[in-house]
């Protein structure tokens, strides 16, 4: 009977270690996932940055091909007059 007991206790301790290392191993892989996703989030974030502020740039550069764009014309009008 005690020998039954300790085989008993044993196939328990050897299930219940290989549980333990399926569950570590599933572990890292979501830490590694989660460090994948973390990566790919700041690269996204900064591209977004990036684009962000080239949008600003061009809308500037808009603004300032747009007054320009008035001024001659309203130098050409006023020669036009003259």
């Known amino acids: 009977m005690s020998c039954l007991?300790?085989?008993i206790s044993r196939l328990l301790w050897n299930i219940t270690l290989t549980l333990g290392?399926?569950?570590?191993?599933?572990g890292h892989v979501?830490?590694?996932?989660?460090?994948?996703?973390?990566?790919?989030?700041h690269v996204t974030l900064?591209?977004?940055h990036v684009m962000l502020t080239?949008?600003?740039?061009?809308?500037?550069?808009?603004h300032v091909m747009?007054?320009?764009g008035h001024v001659t014309?309203?130098?050409?009008?006023?020669?036009l007059r003259l």
């Open 54 to 62: 080239l949008g600003h740039v061009m809308l500037t550069l808009g």
């Open 46 to 48: 900064t591209l977004g």
């Open 5 to 7: 007991l300790w085989d």
């Open 73 to 79: 014309f309203t130098c050409s009008m006023s020669r």
């Open 21 to 26: 290392h399926v569950m570590l191993t599933l």
């Open 30 to 41: 979501m830490l590694t996932l989660g460090h994948v996703m973390l990566t790919l989030g």
């Open 66 to 68: 747009l007054t320009l």
